[in-house]
């Protein structure tokens, strides 16, 4: 084949072979007699990254100086970077099924590696198990032996994309595919608080306004709907307001570039409000993805958006549900189909059996709620206990996905 390259096998063992058409621009950097590093080309933006990889082995001892070798070569590299393959490991008991247990401290040194290298798990679509060994009943084990690993660098550039686990007839091993550009899922989009409005002074005027309104009804249903009202007048201003700060930053410095190049003593009132400028839109951004990583131990300061943005995409693939197992022990990975099997399971959850006698059962059971507490659970809230209840919680949070998030300030 033209566009390839490969490392022959011993034997009937090892062996490792990559090709690749001529859509892209791979150039085989460096191997060994468990890896192939190619230095991958974006034709588009001609942003370069490390794709190396590997056949680790199965034997313990072996796989160790492997790890060793990839640590050390990962180290020099300086770039962004990718290695995927058959790792001949796990990182914990849940990434097996059947076979003998095996103790926690085997998972030390595969986790030991990832960390040393600065590397994160990609996650995956399918089926969670990669491997099998073709055995019946008792003696069938299955396990993820294959995955990718990227640098935070790489994660932060391609944060969309992903690596699934497709069938492959006449192979005990299921093939990865690593999507760097997937097609995004049309949802609808919760409304959220944003914490850059409070650098806007005409946010404070627009929840004045909506929050003097009077309502008629409870005093909860009241601040519901001042609530909603809020929420509605926010949603038309930011729709008319520019709140994109990556474009306003890039523009800047543009501007930036192209007047200090004239002579920085003749823009100097000019330069100066552009750097104000950046500054200020770098506190906005950083301040947004802040809020988006849910870490509050970290101040902001010292520009820590990169380790926010991280934060966020690795949160989001750590929460995204790439499938499950249904009752029958099949593998849903379609979003209709895992939606339709959450709710059959928390409909069935919550469903009578028909359990005859339950009054005899129930009439055992001491009480623990007496008249008088049950009477201060179900009466109506007061003033007091609602503004308690916004100022005990965090400043960015909120009590649920259709209320304006609390920045109390």
């Known amino acids: 084949m033209k566009n390839g390259f490969w490392i ?41 990254w490390h794709l190396i990889n590997i056949y680790l082995s199965p034997d313990d001892c072996v796989r160790y100086k492997q790890f060793q070798t990839l640590i050390e070569y990962v180290g020099s590299l300086n770039s962004e970077v990718v290695i995927w393959g058959d790792f001949n490991d796990i990182l914990d008991a849940s990434e097996k099924r059947g076979g003998l247990l095996r103790e ?32 019946v009943g008792a003696d069938f084990i299955e396990s993820r032996l294959d995955r990718a690993l990227v640098s935070p660098q790489w994660l932060l550039n391609n944060n969309n994309a992903s690596l699934e686990h497709l069938d492959c007839v006449g192979s005990d091993h299921k093939a990865l595919l690593l999507n760097t550009t997937p097609e995004a899922r049309k949802r609808r989009t919760p409304f959220r608080f944003d914490a ?21 009804g409870s005093q909860l249903f009241c601040l519901v709907q001042k609530v909603k009202s809020c929420r509605m007048a926010i949603r038309s201003w930011r729709v008319k307001r520019n709140l994109n700060s990556k474009k306003v930053i890039d523009e800047s410095h543009k501007e930036l570039k192209v007047l200090e190049s004239a002579g920085r003593e003749f823009f100097h009132e000019r330069i100066t409000a552009l750097e104000d400028t950046i500054a200020g839109e770098w506190e906005k951004e950083e301040n947004y993805w802040r809020q988006k990583s849910h870490q509050k131990w970290l101040q902001l300061g010292d520009r820590n958006t990169s380790y926010f943005h991280a934060c966020t995409a690795e949160r989001r693939r750590r929460n995204h549900i790439s499938g499950i197992e249904n ?17 059959n399971f928390f409909t069935k959850l919550f469903l009578s059996e028909g359990i005859q006698h339950a009054q005899q059962v129930t009439s055992l059971i001491p009480r623990r709620v007496t008249t008088e507490m049950n009477n201060n659970l179900v009466k109506e809230f007061t003033s007091k206990e609602i503004r308690a209840a916004l100022f005990e919680m965090h400043p960015s949070k909120s009590p649920g996905y259709d209320v304006v998030e609390c920045c109390v300030v």
Not at 32 to 38: A, E, Q, Y
């Open 8 to 48: 022959d096998p011993i034997g009937l063992s090892g062996g490792l072979g990559i090709f690749w058409n001529d859509s892209v621009c791979f150039e085989v950097s460096k191997f060994g007699s468990f890896f192939i590093d190619v230095k991958v080309k974006c034709l588009i933006s001609s942003v370069t």
């Open 327 to 343: 009752a029958r022990g099949v593998w849903v990975a379609e979003q209709s189909g895992i939606m339709t099997e959450f709710q």
């Open 104 to 135: 926690r401290w085997s998972f030390v040194r595969f986790q030991s590696f990832i960390e040393d290298c600065g590397l994160a798990d990609l996650g995956f679509k399918g089926y969670p198990f990669t491997w099998r060994n073709n055995r």
């Open 196 to 216: 850059r409005w409070f650098e806007y002074e005409e946010v404070e005027t627009i929840i004045k306004n909506q929050w003097d309104q009077r309502f008629a």
